[in-house]
């Protein structure tokens, strides 16, 4: 099911910038995955296949970093000249006039969009259409589904994704490739449809840590994010976090013998405990989101309450009676555990943390997205988390870890990322 993986997109765009390699050849090498694979992943909302393909001959190095490289669009980005709907039948065919503003720097930077992406209900827990590359009957995840599941099928070499809860992290995992969601406000979110406006955070999918830092650097500005060659040896903090017991067995099992592999391979591995604080945090991100989800989508709910699921719609009902008194003393708690979370990790000399993506392999059936149990602290954190994939379930579906960094240090945690992939072996390219 899963078409061939095409070069890198960092790689890419160097032999593009150097004039070995054609953009053409590049893109038909995607298109070629898109007419194989699409009809039974459905990871597009909408294909702009035929405008990529004839530009591709118009690409020159000089447009910019992104030059001959095509990108995927979680549908909850607004595009000028695509339909964005947000996963919902209120805006079927709705065409925003501007491009978000991580959609343009894509754009300045030579990018070419393949297209919108399926995306869940508002980017929330309701299933689009999207299956799962590596076993159709299973779900891909969610929110950002189409996205996680259009670079698992090499349709794309990079796609844009959101995370409010587990919406990055959780679909690399169950996909099998990397999700980086960034330091809450890394990326611009101008244009983009917002749920919670103290947890929604743009992020990047791909296939490997360094084009995940190679399109971050795009869309934040910032320079230095790639991870480097030079020799390195992480010192890793083992989290099995106050969430341990939702994993399933398969997952605590490999997450152990994780832990063992990154030691055999060279990394300081040690066991990290989180303190009391932070027992509550995951509870605390639930009833954050759905109180800012139920302003955020005040209209929508008030105008066009029969359009929506009733999963969304119960749960906004529930964020209407939540009270701003505990919303707020939970984003103090927050605030104190981000600082804490720093200074314990700097007790221990530790570079990044390592945790599970979620509670297992990607569960059977296409009427659920799966739990976000193990995303939702660090989400209400805002620190840097990229799920790393390489490790597998006895029926072969991928199983994710993820790697944690400290607020802002998202520099130090792409390293560490880039090193742990390395480590499993999962970081080289398959073909050209």
Known sequence: MIGSRPLDAHEAARKIQAGTLSPRAYTESLLENVHTCEEEVRAWEFLNTEAVAATADLVT????????????????????????????SIYSGHQPAWDASCVARIRNAGGQVMGKTVTTEFAFFSPGK???????????????SGSAAAVAAGMVPLALGTQTAGSMIRPAAFCGIVGYKPTFGFVCRAGLKSFSESLDTVGVFAASVKDAAFLAAVLSGRDGLSPGDAAFTPRIGLCRSYEWDHAEPVMQDAFDKAGTQLAKAGAKVVNFNLSSPFSGLATVQKAIMLFEGAQALAHEHRVHRNHLSDRLRNDLNEGLVISAMSVDQG??????????????????????LLTPSAIGAAPAGLEATGDPVFCRAWTLLGVPCINVPGLHAPSGLPLGVQVVGRFGDDARALMVADWVQSAFGTSSNYRE
């Open 61 to 88: 190095a000089d447009l910019g970093c992104l030059a001959g490289i095509p990108v995927g669009v979680k549908d909850i980005f607004d595009t000028s000249d695509m339909p964005t709907a947000y996963g919902s």
């Open 130 to 144: 999207t299956r799962n590359p590596h076993h159709t009957a299973h779900t891909p995840g969610g929110s950002s």
């Open 331 to 352: 984003k103090m708690l927050a605030d104190k555990c981000r600082r804490c979370l720093a200074d314990e990790m700097d007790e221990l000399g530790l570079d990044a």
